[in-house]
């Protein structure tokens, strides 16, 4: 069961030292003002979990208006992310690749205060990328994701904020700042 409180994301990298203290996180009002449960997206909030953004059953996107992300946690474990983003190439201005991406599944909050995103074998993504042979392609996306620590705090314009710190993916084998 997903809530629908839309509240401000924001992705960022920090080093590992700085998210492991070696005792037990604690889940109390310094580190989160309210649970993780509820659906959390970025920027304008076009971009949403739910029906309305993917469609597995003919591995199908609804375009939002504007690029983004969103992470939805269920309070018995379960998650669900929507990722909507372009990358630009310096060297190439007019070769913008568009990813929009779905995936969901498990998750699990470590006691050492990370999450890690397990997801079941559906997730998705359609790449276009004008440059190459093969521009508009949809594959399988089902990367395990770990995110070294996270925290929940009040903003005094946006009210509640969700930070991931430090997401890897276990594909890749090493730690990396979230795309945009």
Not at 21 to 30: D, K, L
Not at 84 to 105: A, D, E, K, L
Not at 130 to 155: G, H, K, M, R
Request: charged fraction near 10%; include cysteine; hydrophobic fraction near 35%.
């Amino acid at each position: 069961m997903y809530f629908t409180h839309f509240f401000a994301l924001v992705l960022a990298s920090v080093p590992a030292a700085l998210a492991q203290t070696g005792a037990p996180i604690q889940y109390v009002a310094a580190h989160n003002t309210t649970p993780i449960y509820g659906t959390w997206a970025s920027g304008s909030k076009n971009v949403l979990t739910g029906p309305g953004f993917a469609n597995p059953a003919n591995l199908s996107f609804t375009y939002p208006l504007t690029t983004g992300v969103a992470y939805s946690f269920s309070s018995d474990g379960y998650y669900e992310v929507a990722r909507y983003r372009f990358n630009g190439n310096g060297s190439q201005p007019n070769c913008i690749t568009g990813v929009i991406n779905w995936v969901h599944g498990k998750y699990q909050l470590v006691d050492n205060g990370s999450i890690i995103l397990n997801p079941w074998a559906d997730g998705y993504q359609q790449i276009q990328d004008p440059c190459v042979a093969v521009s508009n392609f949809i594959e399988q996306y089902n990367d395990t994701e770990l995110y070294q620590s996270w925290q929940i705090f009040t903003d005094p314009v946006d009210g509640y904020k969700l930070h991931l710190f430090g997401r890897c993916a276990t594909r890749r084998r090493a730690c990396h700042p979230p795309r945009p």
